[in-house]
T-cell receptor, first 119, second 114 residues
Framework: AQKVTQAQTEISVVEKEDVTLDCVYE???????LFWYKQPPSGELVFLIR??????QNEISGRYSWNFQKSTSSFNFTITASQVVDSAVYFC????????????????FGSGTQLTVLP | DVKVTQSSRYLVKRTGEKVFLECVQD?????MFWYRQDPGLGLRLIYF???????EKGDIPEGYSVSREKKERFSLILESASTNQTSMYLC?????????????FGPGTRLTVT
């Protein structure tokens, strides 16, 4: 069974601070995908990133960066120089890489981290 | 851009009522999903569908049913609403091939059962 743990329920930072959101996962699969989604107050989840389990290179996109460490089963997300618009709930998710025909690739979500960035 | 729409943003129903939540996607995705979101529990999968008229139970199907008569539309049905079904309901869709399961979400329906 797959499991995703986001131990940080809520984080509050002041604008311009850096913040890291933790994600730890469990899976028996050797190949899998990891995701981060953002849910702003409007409610719609927005896809941020997908990472293959065989690609451990860290990724940077503007103020966002992701640190994938297979050895510790972690996929952490860092926002540099946070802004008020970053305030949202962030979800980490995991999916299997291979699915049988007549099925769909499902996502297992963590419980989410509420990030509040104060002005 | 993929667009997933849900019929209502807010809904208030009484205990015992039959409730329909509708979801429509416009990108010809094979797969559609229904989740409920509750504080501290994240998103939990209720049902999903990988083709027209095909459905599979997710982690918490009890008290729910679904219908997919057309590829673009996926309905969630609460046969007899109960107060413990008060929640945020999110619909999503995805392609079977490509983009490794990336799901596109609708804005959600906040259902209150009184």
């Amino acid at each position: 069974a797959q499991k995703v743990t986001q131990a940080q329920t809520e984080i509050s930072v002041v604008e311009k601070e850096d913040v890291t959101l933790d994600c730890v996962y469990e899976t028996r699969d050797t190949t899998y995908y990891l995701f981060w989604y953002k849910q702003p107050p409007s409610g719609e989840l927005v896809f941020l990133i997908r990472r293959n389990s065989f690609d451990e290179q860290n990724e940077i996109s503007g103020r966002y960066s992701w640190n994938f460490q297979k050895s510790t089963s972690s996929f952490n997300f860092t926002i540099t120089a946070s802004q008020v618009v970053d305030s949202a709930v962030y979800f980490c998710a995991l999916s299997e890489a291979f699915i049988s025909s007549g099925s769909a690739r499902q996502l297992t979500f963590g419980s989410g981290t509420q990030l509040t960035v104060l002005p | 851009d993929v667009k997933v729409t849900q019929s209502s943003r807010y809904l208030v129903k009484r205990t015992g009522e039959k409730v329909f939540l509708e979801c429509v996607q416009d990108m010809d995705h094979e797969n559609m999903f229904w989740y409920r979101q509750d504080p501290g529990l994240g998103l939990r999968l209720i049902y999903f569908s990988y083709d027209v008229k095909m459905k599979e139970k997710g982690d918490i199907p009890e008290g729910y049913s679904v219908s997919r008569e057309k590829k673009e539309r996926f309905s969630l049905i609460l046969e007899s609403a109960s107060t413990n079904q008060t929640s945020m309901y999110l619909c999503a869709s995805s392609l079977t091939s490509g983009r490794a399961g990336e799901q596109y979400f609708g804005p959600g329906t906040r259902l209150t059962v009184t």
